[in-house]
């Protein structure tokens, strides 16, 4: 099993899932990322949790970085790395099979 500390956000009227990754991520192929992207997709949605799934990962420069489709850039964009971390607000735990993933909130205390 994998537990992935994701925050479940709305900004400006848009529901987001970002998962927290590591700055390795940067260094995958597209088609890796694209595929990673994809299945942090069917795990939150298996989960019940709405929105879209999105990669974050602290940059070079410390900036916020993220894949996303490029109607969410404005969104994702304001955003700082700071604000995801503050914002972290869901476990969820992924078992064999990825159906089996089980979102858990947690309060800003747990954090």
Do not use: C, K
């Amino acid at each position: 099993m994998h537990t992935f500390e994701v925050a479940h956000v709305r900004v400006d009227g848009t529901d987001l899932i970002l998962f927290p990754v590591s700055e390795g991520f940067a260094r995958r192929s597209s088609a890796e990322q694209l595929a990673a992207a994809a299945t942090l997709q069917r795990y939150a949605t298996r989960a019940g949790l709405a929105g879209t799934a999105v990669p974050v990962w602290r940059g070079r420069s410390g900036r916020l970085t993220f894949l996303a489709r490029p109607s969410l850039h404005g969104v994702i964009g304001t955003m700082t790395w700071e604000d995801v971390a503050a914002s972290l607000n869901v476990r969820l735990t992924v078992g064999r099979p990825a159906a089996a993933a089980r979102p858990e909130r947690v309060s800003a205390d747990a954090a």
